[in-house]
């Protein structure tokens, strides 16, 4: 059996790797999906939490254009800086709603790429199953897991590095989980992100809010570092337009009429706007 660093979700045991079904010692069994994902998932809200499968398609069309590389090679810079702090142990990496895995796919490939791969083990999780069926076929390198942000499925100091893109977090769990020395990256809309979007999906629309510390009230969480992606895209092509608004919350509140306008549209100027936020558990 190999030890991994999952929990059991049921009782908190570790679970350990036997054939194809991960198991703790209470004989919990969760067994691994033909895409190479487990399901860690025990208790649900709905029947089918998280992003459907028609939002989880359009994230992936959208992400996979190009649009975001630029906050996937921030996020990358700032793992990689981690990484050559440390010397002879490999950190784990883990993405907190992760969708269909899109910055851990491309984490991946860097790290394959720079002859790195050895020094880093990557692990996902998403509350959405189509999300993680999705991230599972991207790399069979890394480890996806259906689960609940709000409550980890991951063992007590087990994690170097967090990761969370525009996800729901809980700042005791991220405490939990992280090693004394770790870091969380928290990526969180700068005020006129999408600004181009939501002026045509709204009459009149107020500026995200301008968070500056999206983890305040933690006390072993601290800010250490601040970055700012703000630039202007075109979107270019009516199916990727609609990928944008189906992968967003604005979709569900457009109206019928501003939606069949959108859905004309063949090229569509909007601001990107990104805060990135790295946090050090521990003392300074």
Same mark, same amino acid.
Not at 221 to 236: A, F, G, H, S, Y
């Given at each position: 059996?190999?030890?991994? %660093?999952?929990?059991?979700?049921?009782?908190?045991?570790?679970?350990?790797?036997?054939?194809?079904?991960?198991?703790?010692?209470?004989?919990?069994?969760?067994?691994?999906? +033909?895409?190479?994902?487990?399901?860690?998932?025990?208790?649900?809200?709905?029947?089918?939490?998280?992003?459907?499968?028609?939002?989880?398609?359009?994230?992936?069309?959208?992400?996979?254009? /190009?649009?975001?590389?630029?906050?996937?090679?921030?996020?990358?810079?700032?793992?990689?800086?981690?990484?050559?702090?440390?010397?002879?142990?490999?950190?784990?990496?883990?993405?907190?709603?992760? /969708?269909?895995?899109?910055?851990?796919? @491309?984490?991946?490939?860097?790290?394959?790429?720079? /002859?790195?791969?050895?020094?880093?083990?990557?692990?996902?999780?998403?509350?959405?199953?189509?999300?993680?069926?999705?991230?599972?076929?991207?790399?069979?390198? %890394?480890?996806?897991?259906?689960?609940?942000?709000?409550?980890?499925?991951?063992?007590?100091?087990?994690?170097? %590095?967090?990761?969370?893109?525009?996800?729901?977090?809980?700042?005791?769990?991220?405490? @939990?989980?992280?090693?004394?020395? /770790?870091?969380?990256?928290?990526?969180?809309?700068?005020?006129?992100?999408?600004?181009?979007?939501?002026?045509?999906?709204?009459?009149?629309?107020?500026?995200?809010?301008?968070?500056?510390?999206?983890?305040?009230?933690?006390?072993?969480?601290?800010?250490?570092?601040?970055?700012?992606?703000? +630039?202007? %895209?075109?979107?270019?092509?009516?199916?990727?337009?609609?990928?944008?608004?189906?992968?967003?919350?604005?979709?569900?509140?457009?109206?019928?009429?501003?939606?069949?306008?959108?859905?004309?549209?063949?090229?569509?100027?909007?601001?990107?706007?990104?805060?990135?936020?790295?946090?050090?558990?521990?003392?300074?």
């Amino acid at each position: 059996m190999r030890k991994t %660093i999952y929990k059991c979700p049921i009782c908190d045991e570790r679970l350990q790797l036997e054939g194809k079904s991960f198991v703790c010692d209470k004989k919990h069994n969760f067994d691994i999906a +033909k895409e190479g994902y487990v399901n860690l998932l025990v208790h649900k809200s709905s029947k089918e939490p998280g992003d459907s499968k028609l939002s989880v398609i359009s994230r992936k069309e959208f992400l996979d254009s /190009g649009y975001y590389d630029q906050l996937s090679n921030l996020i990358n810079t700032l793992i990689f800086k981690f990484i050559s702090t440390k010397t002879n142990s490999q950190i784990a990496v883990l993405d907190i709603g992760c /969708g269909e895995g899109f910055y851990l796919s @491309r984490l991946n490939d860097e790290l394959n790429k720079n /002859g790195k791969k050895s020094e880093a083990d990557l692990w996902g999780l998403d509350i959405s199953k189509p999300a993680i069926q999705h991230a599972s076929r991207r790399s069979a390198e %890394i480890n996806f897991c259906v689960g609940n942000a709000l409550s980890l499925p991951f063992q007590d100091n087990s994690v170097d %590095i967090a990761l969370s893109v525009f996800a729901p977090l809980d700042s005791e769990e991220v405490n @939990r989980v992280l090693k004394n020395d /770790g870091q969380l990256i928290v990526v969180v809309p700068g005020k006129n992100h999408l600004s181009g979007l939501v002026k045509l999906v709204y009459d009149s629309s107020e500026p995200h809010k301008d968070d500056k510390d999206p983890i305040k009230g933690s006390t072993k969480l601290k800010l250490v570092d601040t970055r700012e992606i703000k +630039k202007t %895209i075109t979107i270019i092509g009516q199916s990727k337009i609609m990928s944008l608004l189906l992968m967003t919350p604005y979709y569900w509140s457009i109206n019928l009429e501003k939606k069949q306008k959108l859905e004309k549209l063949e090229t569509l100027e909007t601001e990107i706007d990104f805060k990135v936020l790295t946090y050090t558990k521990g003392v300074l």
